[in-house]
């Protein structure tokens, strides 16, 4: 992919991480929760230096591919509309400890499926009064998402006496 076309969809979606592959149809409008929404596309793969379970380095232990596992990750929206990533992130075998483990990227928490500036935009948003209904609404979220940013940014926003 030429770095005009990684820099277009940088610009537009705010996805910076240079090992995500885009193909020649990366993004598309779908019909997500009854919103036709702005889609993009993309496949994250390297090579770990090790394994994410026992902690064996790729040296000793041999790590295969072994397929790849679709997320659909929430970002922040555009033009007003709910806008996703479909991140197909590659699984790999680790011939030492017999496990899989599942390539991670720095766009989002460990077992979460939103973005970490979905999250921000939630803790910022904490600060107005607001419920908690109208913030989830606007983002695209649910009201358990909404509490959950909140509590996590609260100790940063109480006064210091």
Known sequence: ????????????????????????TWCLTQLIKGVLSPCYFGTRSYTPSRCANCGFNNKTVKLSKHGTKLSRITLSKTNNLPTYLFLKKQRFLCKGCKTTFIASTPMVK????????V?????AEGQFITSEKDIAFRQSVSTTTVNRALHQWSPQFKPNY
């Open 119 to 123: 999250i921000q935009t939630l803790a």
């Open 1 to 24: 992919m030429s770095a005009i076309t990684f820099n277009n969809i940088a610009n537009s979606s705010g996805i910076t991480d240079e090992t995500i592959s885009f193909p020649k």
């Open 110 to 117: 460990r077992n979460c499926f939103i973005s970490k500036r």
